[in-house]
């Protein structure tokens, strides 16, 4: 008896450990069968500045801080290995270093030989509206403007003559490109969405990520199992906190937004864009903001492009010939053009500022048609990324009770003390308050300058009364340097402006106390 006792249990034992171990075969596979179901993912935010020219916000949803690292490191390296290829800023690109040659063949990587191809897909489809030379007449109306003179006729003309020659010849099967001319180019009207839908896969092959969003200078990509809202901002009223036109709530779609309200030169009391006609040579005038969402980011950043120069009837016709394709266009006297699939992208019930032709509107609670613009530079590298430093603006009344917070800009909660003065006042609200993460598609800023607005209201939305108050501006870097700037102002019924002395982290910094106006 005492035998076959133990022989059972011996049995028993050894069915135990057989399903011990089919269970844990079992749980092995369906974890490599779906390895990222049962995993948390949190979101990891970083701002750079100077990234081509511009600001650039990444979001990565990843398992860890290190996940995320490797994913930004990832997308960082993606863009400077393509600008280092596309760049005509960069004399040592392989672009730059091509236009230096003249009728000779030249093996060229795939990137340029791709983007090449592009453009001239892109002119032929556009009717002439895209052209790498573009910058030829981009020049002439920068030099006009250095010397307040809008250009010639003859100047002009020759300007588009010398758009309208061929630039280089492709051989595909050589994998060669020839240099044909000699006017200046530059692949701006999409090489940026080329190289962010680069970037966002960089980042979501680097490690345990689950969806990214590239986002530089308002031309975005959202990649992954993601749906993220966008808001597109208002090309009348351009300031980082002003209501948005709309919100959109993507997956797997690249956004591209380009307009006249950011860029473009003032001649004789006159705004000109920035984008030209290479067919005229005169600035595209007529639409101050085109919005393109497609699944391709360089679709989509050619369009944005192409729809400022070309008229809303003719976009429409081109937009059609591209699967996938949604879009909005403002004209300059407020006039929207949407696709019909534009709806279906909104974001239920989102408040936005609809009426953009509203140019009275009341904001201020001390004066019905008054704002205070707070402008600022921050301080930047001469080469390389730079992660813009934690920045919040907000306003005290002249008790120093904080009254209203204009703007935050941070990344990870538990650095964000740092800023030890906005900190003090606003922890409790800012605790209930997560609404700083919104991702927005708009025209391109130059690097590291940006726009707030305050209405005279506090952050319950309650007017206030006329009267002094003081803004702070204060900026600090993760564990490095701390600025703090304060300056009072008299919000009473009379127009100032007030320039601020700047410090290592900000370069320079105004108030304009104004009648409210509208930039178009």
């Not at 040592?92 to 791709?114: D, N, R, V, Y």
């Amino acid at each position: 008896m005492v035998i076959l006792s133990n022989n059972l249990k011996l049995i028993c034992m050894r069915l135990l450990s057989c399903c011990v171990v089919a269970l844990l075969f079992l749980s092995a596979n369906n974890a490599n069968a779906h390895p990222k179901i049962r995993k948390s993912f949190h979101l990891y935010i970083s701002h750079y500045e100077n990234v081509l020219g511009t600001s650039m916000e990444l979001k990565i949803y990843a398992t860890s801080e290190q996940e995320a690292a490797n994913a930004e490191a990832a997308a960082l390296n993606e863009i400077s290995r393509i600008a280092k290829i596309l760049s005509a800023y960069d004399t040592a690109s392989e672009f730059s270093k091509w236009l230096k040659t003249s009728g000779q063949p030249q093996h060229i990587s795939p990137e340029l030989f791709e983007v090449l191809t592009l453009f001239d897909e892109w002119r032929e489809r556009s009717g002439g509206a895209l052209d790498a030379s573009a910058e030829v007449i981009t020049k002439l109306w920068k030099q006009a403007a250095a010397r307040q003179l809008i250009p010639t006729t003859e100047e002009l003309s020759n300007a588009v003559a010398q758009t309208q020659q061929p630039h280089w010849k492709l051989d595909p099967a050589a994998h060669t490109a020839t240099h044909l001319s000699s006017a200046p180019l530059m692949l701006n009207s999409f090489a940026k969405s080329y190289i962010i839908k680069h970037a966002a896969d960089a980042a979501m092959a680097a490690g345990e990520v689950r969806a990214v969003v590239v986002n530089i200078g308002g031309d975005l990509v959202v990649s992954g199992n993601l749906k993220e809202k966008v808001q597109i901002s208002n090309p009348k009223d351009d300031a980082e906190n002003e209501i948005p036109i709309d919100q959109l709530t993507l997956s797997n779609r690249a956004v591209a937004t380009s307009g006249n309200y950011r860029r473009g030169e003032l001649i004789s009391g006159h705004w000109y864009s920035h984008i030209v006609d290479p067919r005229t040579g005169m600035p595209a005038d007529n639409i101050i903001s085109a919005t393109v969402v497609a699944p391709s980011a360089t679709d989509a950043g050619a369009l944005a492009t192409a729809f400022n120069v070309i008229a809303p009837s003719e976009s429409k016709k081109l937009a059609a010939t591209v699967p996938g394709v949604e879009y909005l266009i403002i004209t300059r006297e407020g006039q929207r053009f949407a696709s019909k699939g534009w709806k279906t992208l909104e974001t239920p019930g989102k408040a936005t500022n609809n009426d953009i032709t509203d140019k009275t509107k009341i904001l201020s609670g001390w004066k019905d048609d008054y704002e205070l613009v707070v402008n600022l530079e921050i301080n930047l590298q001469q080469e390389g990324f730079v992660k813009r430093p934690y920045v919040a603006v907000w306003v005290e009344d002249e008790n120093h009770v904080a009254v209203r917070t204009i703007a935050l800009w941070h990344e990870r909660d538990r650095y964000l003390p740092e800023l030890k003065s906005w900190y003090l006042k606003y922890r409790g609200q800012y605790i209930a308050d997560k609404s700083i993460f919104s991702t927005v598609s708009s025209a391109t800023r130059s690097a590291g300058k940006y726009t707030v607005k305050w209405d005279g209201k506090d952050d319950s939305g309650n007017a206030l009364k006329p009267g002094k108050y003081i803004i702070k501006i204060e900026a600090s870097r993760e564990h490095g340097t701390y600025q703090l700037m304060r300056q009072e102002i008299d919000c009473d019924e009379t127009p100032k402006q007030i320039n601020l002395t700047g410090n290592i982290e900000i370069r320079a910094a105004s108030l304009d106390y104004r009648k409210k106006t509208t930039s178009n």
